[in-house]
């Protein structure tokens, strides 16, 4: 049982945990808005910003591997993974608050990389110790609540960007080629002397906008790490499970191990098409939050900024609202339900987008809402599926980053190469629907496995 003195520093620490998800979240969801904007000061076209999320997604399948090596063989103190979880916090803020300021797209990407790289080894980390303190059945809300703060995180990203994106209608040009006169909110404007330096009272004055959203996210990051250090460095007592493990703990623990692989017929395919499941479901999470700002500003509607940031918000908001009420769903629905319930509500949707997003404004609006509800509620219902039918201790429990990671470093380049094609932004919807309908029938086919 805990004492009342650890229940206040598990208590400190969890605040800080669900914090450096929001901090992911917020990581993740400005990349979206400004990333034709990062395309025009890289100097690269549209479709080939997208590969940012492809550098970001090979970092955390990198951290997935590194962490789960290291995390519990290696760091066996708990101040130990404290100050391993705080160093990835500070060093993804740090990268993530150089991204408006990198003017090569050769040098975004590696550190997109680090940053994707250093981010996730904070949440794997964040996760393993949640059930290193608490064990797999007491962390399971607790789980539900850190994936829930993720979506905080990207709704409250869209909110931080949207003050620092330009107002004007013209800026929709940024969707065509790439041309020098465009960079102007993107550069320096001070006075230039002769011997070619700024003035540093304009240099400070015409800081780009875009680069304080970046900045204020850093914060958030350096806030979080250097508490954690703090935790660390006073060596504060938190829970540790395995200290409570009884033999009739693990006597249960063996019969369920051993009634799983009893009734598992095919495990291997059945862990091949949970890969495809999480991998289909991230990257058509991947679609909405790369491109449905660009959607708004260069598709048919041809938004003003503001107006595509609240299309992005919208997203975002209900993906949060799904989270949240998954939390509850799961204490009354099987996952097998949530998970067919939910690519139902994408299939419809995506066929509401596809018949009507590129004429009628509210039902762009209610579509984009509906997919980020429904999709939400994927991943976690995945996991616990999944957990089901599996032991999910040791190299298992990988399958669902990788499969996640898979598809958010695949997917957005691919959207972004539909988008600016001969189909049109409209294909990224058809593509969506397509999706949606396999990934049914992939889910199907898992039930007989």
């Known amino acids: 049982m805990i004492g009342t003195f650890d229940q206040g520093s598990f208590y ?10 929001m901090c992911h979240g917020l990581a993740i969801s400005i990349l979206g808005p400004a990333q034709p904007y990062l395309a025009q000061n890289v100097g690269v076209l549209n479709e080939q910003i997208n590969f940012i999320w492809t550098g970001r ?7 997935a591997i590194m962490t789960g090596l290291v995390f519990k063989s290696l760091l066996r103190k708990k101040w130990q993974k404290l100050l391993f979880l705080g160093s990835f916090i500070l060093c993804a803020g740090v990268f993530v608050g150089l991204v408006p300021w990198v003017s090569s797209f050769s040098i975004l990407m590696p550190a997109l990389l680090v940053a994707g790289f250093s981010s996730s080894c904070f949440n794997v980390g964040n996760c393993a110790l949640t059930v290193y303190m608490l ?6 809300p607790y789980m539900q609540a850190l994936n829930a703060f ?13 003050p620092f994106l330009p107002e004007q209608e013209e ?3 940024i969707c065509g080629s790439i041309k020098e006169e465009m960079m102007t909110n993107f550069s320096f404007t001070g006075e230039v002397n002769e011997e070619g330096n700024v003035y540093v009272d304009e240099l400070v004055e015409n800081i780009p906008d875009i680069v304080w959203p970046f900045l204020i996210i850093l914060s958030f990051h350096i806030f979080t790490g250097l508490a954690i250090f703090v935790l660390a460095m006073v060596k504060c007592p938190l829970p540790e499970y395995e200290e409570t493990i009884t033999k009739t703990d693990n006597e249960q623990c063996n019969k369920t191990e051993k009634e799983n692989k009893n009734i598992l017929k095919h495990p291997y395919i059945l862990l091949f098409l949970s890969f495809l499941y999480f991998f289909i479901s991230s990257g058509t999470e991947g679609f909405f939050i790369s491109q449905t700002y660009t959607f708004g500003i260069c598709g048919p509607h041809k938004m003003m900024p503001t107006k595509a ?13 799904g989270r949240l009420s998954g939390v509850f769903l799961a204490s009354r629905l099987q996952p097998h339900v949530m998970i067919i319930g939910s690519q139902i509500g994408c299939f419809l949707s995506a066929f509401l987008l596809v ?6 404004i509210d039902a762009l609006f209610i579509g984009t809402g509906a997919i980020g509800f429904c999709i939400s ?9 999944l957990a089901k039918q599996v032991d999910m201790a040791g190299k298992r429990s990988s399958i669902p980053s990788f499969g996640g990671n898979s598809g958010l470093l695949s997917f957005p380049p691919i959207a972004g190469a539909i988008f600016f094609s001969w189909i049109g932004p409209i294909g990224i919807y058809y593509l969506t629907l397509g999706l949606s309908g396999f990934h049914i029938l992939l889910f199907l086919s898992m039930l007989k496995v």
């Open 355 to 360: 018949m009507t997003a590129s004429w009628h």
């Open 171 to 173: 800026d929709s040009s």
């Open 12 to 21: 400190a620490y969890l605040c800080l945990a669900w914090f450096g998800h």
């Open 57 to 63: 997604g090979v970092g955390s399948c990198l951290a």
């Open 309 to 321: 940031a609240s299309l992005t918000t919208v997203y975002f908001s209900c993906f949060l609202v």
């Open 377 to 385: 509620l994927q991943f976690a219902s995945g996991f616990s599926w």
């Open 150 to 162: 993720v979506g905080v995180g990207f709704m409250f990203g869209s909110l931080i960007v949207r």
């Open 135 to 140: 064990g797999p059945e007491r962390s399971a």
